[in-house]
């Protein structure tokens, strides 16, 4: 069983930058590629970025690419979000989530079928 613990979630200015990161435990292997998904409070969950455990390729949501870079390190099962220009609506949990499906396939949509879930990291991005 996969289990994904997220870190580095707070409270930032707008403008400002913070850097997730979350971790995969337990029966890891190459099959999972990891990404991340928020939801705003009261808004339906969405997809923010990806990676292939495979290749490497990413995938954005919309808007996000540019501000927001995903990153991973395999030998660590680790997956990192930086977000940079951060605005208020950005505020949100931000839930790593992890599937056999190559993330570039991912979408918001998606997220309902995504095999594991972690316990998710509030982001407040204040005026």
């Known amino acids: 069983q996969v289990q994904l613990i997220e870190s580095g979630g707070g409270v930032v200015q707008a403008g400002g930058s913070l850097r997730l990161s979350c971790v995969a435990t337990?029966?890891?292997?190459?099959?999972?590629?990891m990404g991340w998904f928020r939801q705003a409070e009261g808004k339906e969950r969405e997809f923010v970025a990806g990676?292939?455990?495979?290749?490497?390729?990413?995938n954005y949501g919309d808007s996000l690419k540019g501000r927001f870079t995903i990153s991973s390190d395999n030998a660590k099962n680790m997956v990192y979000l930086q977000m940079n220009a951060l605005k208020p609506e950005d505020t949100a949990v931000y839930y790593c989530?992890?599937?056999?499906?190559?993330?570039?396939?991912?979408?918001?949509?998606?997220?309902?079928?995504?095999?594991?879930w972690g316990q998710g990291t509030l982001v407040t991005v204040s005026s």
């Open positions: 989530g992890a599937d056999p499906i190559p993330a570039t396939s991912w979408y918001s949509g998606y997220g309902r079928h995504l095999e594991v």
């Open positions: 990676i292939n455990r495979s290749d490497g390729r990413t």
């Open positions: 337990g029966r890891t292997n190459d099959r999972y590629s």
